[in-house]
């Protein structure tokens, strides 16, 4: 079993700056894909950025420029850097991971951009 917990979420003015972590414990052995999700209210949960275990990282359209993910594999960590933060990117933040085909899901965190 793996266990993700996120921390870093919180209330910034739009223009500012937030850095979420998600460490992961438990069985991390062959841990694959981490990336993180967010979900605003009345909508889908969309993919934000993701990162192989090899480095390779995707983004979402929306955030391209102005997030980062960083995986620090030694600490089992996965980050995302986010700056200039706009109030669109108001939502749940969700840590994902893949581990043997099977899906885990932190339990969220809120980050709230206030214009």
């Known amino acids: 079993q793996v266990q993700l917990v996120e921390s870093g979420g919180g209330l910034v003015q739009a223009g500012g700056s937030l850095r979420l972590s998600c460490a992961a414990s438990?069985?991390?052995?062959?841990?694959?894909?981490m990336a993180w999700y967010r979900q605003a209210p009345g909508k889908q949960r969309e993919l934000v950025a993701r990162?192989?275990?090899?480095?390779?990282?995707n983004y979402a359209d929306s955030v391209k420029g102005r997030f980062t993910i960083e995986r620090d594999s030694n600490k089992n960590t996965v980050y995302l850097q986010m700056n200039s933060l706009k109030p669109e990117d108001t939502a749940v933040y969700y840590c994902?991971?893949?581990?043997?085909?099977?899906?885990?899901w932190g339990q969220g965190t809120q980050v709230t951009v206030s214009s």
């Open positions: 990162i192989s275990s090899s480095g390779t990282t």
């Open positions: 994902y991971a893949i581990r043997m085909e099977v899906v885990h």
């Open positions: 438990g069985t991390i052995f062959r841990l694959n894909v």
